[in-house]
T-cell receptor
């Protein structure tokens, strides 16, 4: 089955700097890669996703890049703000009209230092 | 509109007791998933429901775990004879029916289960 590895497990950056979180996946058939943000006591919230037919996607301060050949994808947050502090999870999914279960990485705890 | 809701938000039980966790998906969402999040870990898939099809139970860790979905909407996850290792946050997610690329899964706030 699919296996997703995520690094780093913790990340601290100065407010205003950029943060990068990286994930690798094992199943080359996976074609959808979402990123979720989880704040304390809440469920994961989708912040951005990318499908395998594109290499990059941006949404304001957040971007995701995908390298299908190397089977890795990354989350980039620019101009970080204190409210970006949370745990971020990457995931991979094979969409096959059936069970679209997500396989998650183990999470990155991002701390923005004011 | 209303998102995915789960109840209770917290559940403390004694080892050996049975527990039931409830999930109300987003109205109109035909797919429903249960995941488990253990302390410091990522989310682990448990079970998947799609419409009236037989559920995919491939992620259930033991036969003490079961789930049902009534009327294609509300789902209940049942854990029998709870063990301390069952302590975790149980998350429910729902999405629209799958398409070529699949659909976004929206998560509820979770139920934190503590087995003493």
């Amino acid at each position: 089955g699919e296996n997703v590895e995520q690094h780093p497990s913790t990340l601290s950056v100065q407010e205003g700097d950029s943060a990068v979180i990286k994930c690798t996946y094992s199943d080359s058939a996976s074609n959808y890669f979402p990123w979720y943000k989880q704040e304390l006591g809440k469920g994961p919230q989708l912040i951005i996703d990318i499908r395998s037919n594109v290499g990059e996607k941006k949404d304001q301060r957040i971007a995701v890049t995908l390298n299908k050949t190397a089977k890795h994808f990354s989350l980039h947050i620019t101009e970080t703000q204190p409210e970006d502090s949370a745990v971020y999870f990457c995931a991979a999914r094979l969409s096959n009209f059936g069970n679209e279960k997500l396989t998650f990485g183990t999470g990155t705890r991002l701390t923005i230092i004011p | 509109g209303a998102g995915v809701s789960q109840s209770p938000s917290n559940k403390v039980t004694e080892k050996g007791k049975d527990v039931e966790l409830r999930c109300d998906p987003i109205s109109g969402h035909t797919a429903l998933y249960w995941y488990r999040q253990s302390l410091g870990q990522g989310l682990e898939f448990l079970i998947y429901f799609q419409g009236n099809s037989a559920p995919d139970k491939s992620g259930l860790p033991s036969d003490r775990f079961s789930a049902e979905r009534t009327g294609g909407s509300v789902s209940t996850l049942t854990i029998q004879r709870t063990q301390q290792e069952d302590s975790a946050v149980y998350l429910c997610a729902s999405s629209l029916r799958g398409t070529t690329w699949g659909n976004t899964q929206y998560f509820g706030p979770g139920t934190r289960l503590t087995v003493l």
